[in-house]
């Protein structure tokens, strides 16, 4: 084999995703593909070790009919319906009447989906409280390592203002996605996390709840969906920051979000454009 053709196979990684045929277009701050096809690439099965898997075939309907469309509900409408279910700017990543960040002019695009990683029990069992519990789900105990954090109680706080840009994951840190700053918006999931005593030396793997999220934090996390697409004036193309983070080399598999459950998700996200639909 060439020094040249060695070259070109080490770079790679920098321009295509590992497992799909999708790759980064510079000039378009955006994956190949349409948007359907961006979002199967970007949201492929992140196992419980948080392991990368296969894609998935489809999206579920509501994401289909959705993604990469222009946001069809007024601002109105949807101050609305926040007002009427008591939501406020400071849970939602911002006010809806300030645009989200912009990289090289153009507007957000991606909505990226992240696990907190913790808190972590090491080998203890997980306590029955833990979708309530107040110390697991604090939602200052991370930091600003994301736009929004999501407890399992389905809580929420803005870290960030959608507005600020931010990179969360090794992609934007990296090669050509460096200059994407500010293209994602990045919300997090609190996910507690254990080893097994047996395996935790041996294999590292987390173990994580069953089911991985609540059903409250996957209704908030439509809600802030929503919130972010009204401001970028299109509904948001999802992403996984287990693929972004591969996408970017890391040296680990990281970000999750672990377990996470498209169709539960699209399931809620249905409801909440039901709901907001009705009440116009």
Same mark, same amino acid.
């Given at each position: ?130 979708? &309530? ?5 604090? =939602?200052? +105990?991370? $930091? /600003? ?5 999501? #407890?399992?109680? *389905? ?81 948001? &193309? ?5 693929? =972004?983070? +591969?996408? $970017? /080399? ?5 970000? #999750?979000?672990? *377990? ?21």
């Amino acid at each position: 084999m060439s020094i040249w053709i060695s070259a070109w196979l080490l770079l790679i990684p920098s321009v295509v995703l590992a497992v799909t045929n999708c790759y980064w277009d510079a000039g378009r701050m955006q994956f190949s593909g349409d948007a359907v096809q961006q979002t199967l690439c970007l949201t492929p099965t992140v196992r419980t070790n948080g392991v990368v898997g296969g894609l998935e075939e489809g999206l579920p309907s509501t994401l289909d009919e959705l993604v990469g469309r222009e946001f069809d509900f007024s601002r109105e409408a949807v101050e609305a319906y926040f007002v009427e279910h008591g939501l406020r700017d400071e849970e939602l990543g911002g006010a809806l009447n300030v645009r989200v960040s912009r990289a090289r002019g153009e507007n957000a695009f991606f909505f990226a989906i992240h696990d907190s990683d913790g808190p972590n029990f090491g080998t203890r069992t997980f306590t029955p409280d833990i979708n &309530i519990s107040p110390h697991i789900n604090d =939602l200052r +105990q991370f $930091g /600003r390592r994301w736009h929004v954090l999501i #407890g399992r109680d *389905g809580n929420s706080t803005t870290l960030i203002d959608f507005f600020q840009p931010l990179r969360s994951t090794y992609f934007e840190a990296r090669d050509t996605g460096a200059k994407a700053k500010g293209r994602f918006l990045h919300v997090g999931l609190i996910q507690p996390v254990r080893s097994n005593a047996v395996d935790a030396i041996k294999t590292h793997d987390s173990l994580i709840p069953q089911p991985a999220y609540t059903r409250d934090q996957y209704r908030r996390l439509a809600q802030v969906y929503i919130a972010a697409s009204s401001r970028a004036g299109r509904w948001l &193309i999802p992403a996984y920051a287990a693929q =972004l983070n +591969q996408y $970017g /080399r890391a040296p680990v598999f990281m970000g #999750g979000p672990k *377990g996470f459950d498209l169709s539960a998700w699209a399931k809620e996200l249905r409801n909440v454009y039901r709901e907001i639909y009705s009440s116009r």
